[in-house]
């Protein structure tokens, strides 16, 4: 029989009983290593939440607050619960100092919370302790509890478990980083102003200190945006990142497309245009690249291999990065890391790159203008910013089915002299705005002949059907480029 969410409950408060006598580190995050992890570990969970200074904020499972004190530091107030006492005592006995916490003991389901009060939801190691049809319940009640775009952060050990402290018995329920994902982000909430509310996901990525120090990728944050519900931005979808991992980058899709651009590669030219293009930056050994909209990671990959960059690759596609890891987990190329990210509302502190690397994503992203902007912040002095994509011909009268193309993949496209004004009026000196389209055409003409030599072995992964929709599709580009509706842009340019 099915165990309910009063039984879960129950071995919960069992198992939390036996392992908070001491209310000490080692208790509290089940691991021999624990004070030799927690300073390193505590900077980076943060480093992973926005300012929370002057904002409200509820710890849920706070423990003995070890992130109690760091966030009550510059917060205008900080609600810290868990459901053990000695943990409570212990957190009031290290923080009660400060003016500013409210401590409870309580079961998080048991919580009372005035609705548009918080700004910032914050749980490390929690979910994971709650049943199925509780955490509906909870994610309902915060998408009342938080403000119109405030911030849920939440961390949790997936597949297995982390610590290596002895259990007699440990009910914890280890879940899949997408299980968590797919049910957050898919609950929805009307609120006061009359508007739908739900989960965007900000970032999505592996703490690194328990891959570097326990090689363990299975611990997991997230930090979630409560954003306004409006299906037509999201290609009718609950949100974009559903779109992409739903319909356009399938894990199928991305791996039949990986057939057609090469081992590693969903972007034009493969691993041939990327050489050419990642030359013209001149990368040093050391340098930090962003790899924004960075596929299944060939591109960092070669950047880090060839030029010794250290490469944070970022992708809303769930699916991307999720091949893009399992390839770095069979390569262990150093320096090269992936994070779930939406670029245009993730942050990164000012002056934390040397390059901003780009193929072939940027025309999913309306507002270009608040992304280049960002870009020009994260970029060191003398930093350099270099972009692929899709654009648009210059004349107004696009053919029918130019314009359902465009639609239908929800794209949002310029033409080459508005994209390098873009990046102009971002700031940027020196800036190229190449238009490609004539090799663009050349590629798509030789992958076509290719994809063609290759396709009995694609056979034996794929389907006929498969097949037929990439030819197509491939097909269909060089019809819009022999149209002028459909072009291709290079684009270079540095900060001051």
């Given at each position: 029989?099915?165990?309910t969410a009063?039984?879960?409950?129950?071995?919960?408060?069992?198992?939390?009983?036996?392992h908070?006598?001491r209310a000490n580190l080692?208790?509290?995050?089940?691991?021999?290593k624990?004070?030799?992890?927690?300073?390193?570990?505590?900077?980076?969970?943060?480093?992973?939440?926005?300012?929370?200074?002057?904002?409200?904020?509820?710890?849920?499972?706070?423990?003995?607050?070890r992130?109690?004190s760091k966030?009550?530091?510059?917060?205008?107030?900080?609600?810290?619960?868990?459901?053990?006492?000695?943990?409570?005592?212990?957190?009031?006995?290290?923080?009660?100092?400060r003016?500013?916490?409210?401590?409870?003991?309580?079961n998080v389901?048991?919580?009372?919370?005035?609705?548009?009060?918080?700004?910032?939801i914050?749980?490390?190691w929690?979910l994971?302790?709650?049943?199925?049809?509780?955490?509906?319940?909870?994610?309902?009640?915060m998408?009342?509890?938080?403000?119109?775009?405030?911030k849920?952060f939440?961390?949790?050990?997936?597949?297995?478990?982390?610590?290596?402290?002895?259990?007699?018995?440990?009910?914890?329920?280890?879940?899949?980083?997408s299980?968590?994902?797919?049910?957050?982000?898919?609950?929805?909430?009307d609120?006061?102003d009359?508007?739908?509310y739900?989960?965007?996901?900000?970032?999505?990525?592996?703490?690194?200190?328990?891959i570097?120090?326990?090689?363990?990728?299975?611990?997991?944050?997230?930090?979630?945006?409560?954003?306004?519900r409006?299906?037509?931005?999201s290609?009718g979808?609950?949100?974009?990142?559903?779109?992409?991992?739903?319909?356009?980058?399938?894990?199928n899709?991305?791996?039949?497309?990986?057939?057609?651009?090469g081992r590693d590669?969903?972007?034009?030219?493969?691993?041939?245009?990327?050489?050419?293009?990642?030359k013209m930056?001149?990368?040093?050994?050391?340098?930090?690249?962003?790899?924004?909209?960075?596929?299944?990671?060939?591109?960092a990959?070669?950047?880090?291999?060839?030029y010794g960059?250290?490469?944070?690759?970022?992708?809303?596609?769930?699916?991307?990065?999720?091949i893009?890891?399992?390839?770095?987990?069979?390569?262990?190329?150093?320096?090269?890391?992936f994070?779930?990210?939406?670029?245009?509302?993730v942050?990164?502190?000012e002056?934390?790159?040397?390059?901003?690397?780009?193929?072939?994503t940027?025309?999913?992203?309306?507002?270009?203008?608040?992304?280049?902007?960002?870009?020009?912040?994260w970029?060191?002095?003398?930093?350099?910013?270099?972009?692929?994509?899709?654009?648009?011909?210059?004349?107004?009268?696009?053919?029918?089915?130019?314009?359902?193309?465009?639609a239908?993949?929800?794209?949002?496209?310029l033409?080459?002299p508005?994209?390098?004004?873009?990046?102009?009026?971002?700031?940027?000196?020196?800036?190229?705005a190449?238009?490609?389209?004539?090799?663009f055409?050349?590629?798509?003409?030789n992958?076509?002949v290719?994809?063609?030599?290759?396709?009995?072995?694609?056979?034996?992964?794929?389907?006929?059907e498969?097949?037929?929709?990439?030819?197509?599709?491939?097909?269909?580009?060089?019809?819009?480029?022999?149209?002028?509706?459909?072009?291709?842009?290079l684009?270079?340019a540095?900060?001051a």
């Amino acid at each position: 029989m099915a165990k309910t969410a009063t039984d879960v409950r129950g071995e919960m408060s069992k198992f939390w009983q036996e392992h908070s006598t001491r209310a000490n580190l080692t208790e509290m995050m089940l691991d021999s290593k624990a004070d030799e992890i927690s300073d390193i570990e505590s900077e980076e969970i943060l480093s992973a939440v926005p300012d929370y200074a002057g904002k409200n904020i509820l710890e849920l499972g706070a423990g003995i607050g070890r992130f109690t004190s760091k966030l009550s530091a510059n917060a205008k107030s900080v609600i810290a619960v868990d459901f053990m006492e000695k943990f409570v005592q212990k957190n009031k006995e290290v923080n009660s100092h400060r003016g500013n916490i409210t401590f409870l003991c309580n079961n998080v389901m048991d919580l009372q919370i005035a609705d548009d009060s918080l700004d910032l939801i914050f749980s490390n190691w929690l979910l994971m302790y709650l049943s199925d049809s509780d955490i509906e319940i909870l994610i309902k009640r915060m998408l009342k509890w938080l403000k119109p775009n405030g911030k849920l952060f939440f961390r949790e050990s997936c597949f297995k478990q982390s610590g290596d402290k002895v259990r007699s018995h440990n009910p914890t329920i280890y879940r899949s980083p997408s299980w968590y994902t797919n049910l957050i982000t898919t609950r929805a909430q009307d609120k006061s102003d009359g508007k739908t509310y739900g989960f965007d996901v900000v970032l999505s990525k592996a703490v690194q200190v328990y891959i570097q120090m326990k090689n363990n990728p299975n611990q997991i944050c997230w930090l979630m945006e409560l954003s306004e519900r409006d299906p037509s931005n999201s290609q009718g979808f609950e949100t974009f990142q559903k779109f992409l991992d739903q319909k356009q980058y399938s894990r199928n899709g991305i791996l039949r497309y990986e057939e057609m651009f090469g081992r590693d590669y969903v972007s034009t030219g493969g691993h041939g245009t990327t050489k050419e293009f990642v030359k013209m930056l001149n990368l040093k050994k050391g340098e930090r690249v962003l790899d924004v909209g960075c596929g299944i990671g060939g591109s960092a990959f070669h950047m880090a291999r060839d030029y010794g960059a250290e490469v944070l690759g970022i992708d809303l596609s769930e699916n991307m990065i999720d091949i893009a890891i399992e390839r770095q987990a069979e390569y262990r190329v150093p320096k090269v890391s992936f994070e779930v990210a939406d670029a245009t509302k993730v942050t990164y502190p000012e002056c934390s790159f040397d390059v901003v690397y780009s193929r072939d994503t940027i025309l999913h992203i309306d507002r270009k203008d608040l992304l280049f902007q960002s870009f020009y912040k994260w970029l060191k002095p003398g930093g350099r910013v270099l972009i692929t994509d899709y654009v648009c011909g210059p004349h107004e009268n696009h053919s029918s089915d130019f314009k359902s193309y465009v639609a239908q993949r929800g794209y949002h496209l310029l033409t080459v002299p508005q994209y390098g004004k873009v990046l102009e009026d971002a700031g940027f000196k020196n800036v190229q705005a190449i238009d490609k389209t004539t090799s663009f055409v050349d590629i798509l003409r030789n992958e076509l002949v290719t994809f063609g030599q290759k396709k009995s072995g694609f056979l034996e992964k794929f389907s006929l059907e498969d097949f037929d929709a990439i030819n197509a599709g491939w097909n269909d580009k060089l019809k819009r480029c022999g149209m002028g509706d459909q072009k291709w842009g290079l684009f270079y340019a540095e900060k001051a």
